[in-house]
């Protein structure tokens, strides 16, 4: 059972760096973060019967304890929105296109709701409605009704930035 287990963490463990990274802010907050993800991957393996991908057990059991952490975190501190000048410095002190294009990438997800947040990570992923929908515990239409309403939105964020 054991190395079961760590086979499937091991062979999607960029599922997990994924995860963290997009709702971890700084780099420690993406260690223990990632630790519990395990924590919580080791306590729900017993009840894995195998009926989904792995992956996609571990998107549901990973992006459910991100969720959760995230919602205890902002009961206790308060978040500081970013002003536009300050997401222009951070902008600009960045040396690649690339770097500037994702750093915008992730302030704009940053802006989104939690089930926002795992809805984008999802897609793309690459995963299809179906798998989205089972990871999530939605419809396939809603699923697509909510991704367009997220893109809208994104784009939104997106313009308020370059701005």
């Known amino acids: 059972m054991e190395m079961d287990f760590i086979q499937i963490v091991n062979a999607h463990a960029g599922i997990l ?11 420690e907050d993406r260690k223990d973060l990632y630790q519990e993800i395990v924590l919580q991957l080791w306590r729900s393996f017993p009840t894995y019967r195998q009926e989904a ?7 549901r059991v990973a992006l459910n304890t ?17 002003n536009n000048e300050l997401v222009a410095i951070v902008q600009s002190t960045q040396s690649s296109e690339i770097d500037e294009q994702m ?25 299809s409605y179906d798998e989205i929908a089972r990871i999530v515990g939605i419809s396939n239409s809603n699923v ?19 701005e």
Request: glycine share 2%; aromatic share 8%; hydrophobic share 40%.
């Open 17 to 27: 760096h994924k995860v963290c990274r997009l709702y971890g802010k700084e780099e």
């Open 53 to 59: 991908k792995p992956s996609t057990w571990l998107y």
């Open 66 to 82: 991100a969720i959760s952490l995230v919602r205890r975190q902002s009961r206790r501190v308060s978040p500081i929105a970013l």
């Open 103 to 127: 750093n915008q990438f992730y302030s704009a997800v940053d802006q989104l709701s939690s089930v926002e947040k795992a809805l984008v990570f999802l897609y793309l992923d690459n995963n």
């Open 144 to 162: 697509g009704v909510k991704l367009n309403r997220i893109k809208a939105k994104l784009k939104r964020i997106v313009t308020t930035i370059n």
